[in-house]
T-cell receptor, first 114, second 112 residues
Framework: EAGVAQSPRYKIIEKRQSVAFWCNPI?????LYWYQQILGQGPKLLIQ????????DSQLPKDRFSAERLKGVDSTLKIQPAKLEDSAVYLC????????????FGPGTRLTVL | GDSVTQMEGPVTLSEEAFLTINCTYT??????LFWYVQYPGEGLQLLLK?????DKGSNKGFEATYRKETTSFHLEKGSVQVSDSAVYFC???????????FGAGTRLAVHP
């Protein structure tokens, strides 16, 4: 089966610009997560969707970050305007139904804000 | 809140050496525990997991035992290979929605 797809793989922008990342999870994975991984740290959850509804966005900086999953399949994460401290790898993960709580991660998008 | 602490790296070993990467956690309730691995240029992959106390997760020669009494989930391998060079993350699931909380990661470098 195909894995989790993310694009772009790399993005360089200047501060105050906007940027968007796209994720397509494994087919049938109703739960989708966006994580932020700053260099030298472990991933930190930004937002979690169950189908197209948000179940946890408590750590999402809502003044500049937004995310949507309109049809319960692929998802977009946006930053507007970007700050220097947003430089990180943005990881998307999906989880299937049932009791197996394994999350499947995409390759990530590396964002550099200059 | 829930948290994971793992030993700082980098850990540098010779091929066939014994590996231990320490991981301790703080959590309310009964979390599931995981080790994820990130090979150079690749995404995070699940290495092994344990869902309850005294469970042992194992995969590819790696093992970790869920120790509730010491709140630990140390990763071990009896004989490492150069191909095991990667960053290893300990993690737990927290809350009712299964979000993962990760440690900071430990970089392992294995030399021939």
């Amino acid at each position: 089966e195909a894995g989790v797809a993310q694009s772009p793989r790399y993005k360089i922008i200047e501060k105050r610009q906007s940027v968007a990342f796209w994720c397509n999870p494994i087919s049938g994975h109703a739960t989708l997560y966006w994580y932020q991984q700053i260099l030298g740290q472990g991933p930190k959850l930004l937002i979690q969707f169950q189908n197209n509804g948000v179940v946890d966005d408590s750590q999402l900086p809502k003044d500049r970050f937004s995310a949507e999953r309109l049809k319960g399949v692929d998802s977009t994460l946006k930053i507007q305007p970007a700050k220097l401290e947003d430089s990180a790898v943005y990881l998307c993960a999906g989880q299937g139904p049932g009791g197996n709580n394994e999350q499947f991660f995409g390759p990530g998008t590396r964002l550099t804000v200059l | 809140g829930d948290s994971v602490t793992q030993m700082e790296g980098p850990v540098t070993l010779s091929e066939e050496a014994f590996l231990t990467i320490n991981c301790t956690y703080t959590a309310t309730g009964y979390p599931s525990l995981f080790w994820y691995v990130q090979y150079p240029g690749e995404g995070l992959q699940l290495l092994l997991k344990a869902t309850k106390a005294d469970d042992k997760g194992s995969n590819k020669g790696f093992e970790a035992t869920y120790r509730k009494e010491t709140t630990s989930f140390h990763l071990e391998k009896g004989s490492v290979q150069v191909s095991d060079s990667a960053v290893y993350f300990c993690a737990l699931t927290s809350g009712g929605y299964n979000k993962l909380i990760f440690g900071a990661g430990t970089r392992l470098a294995v030399h021939p």
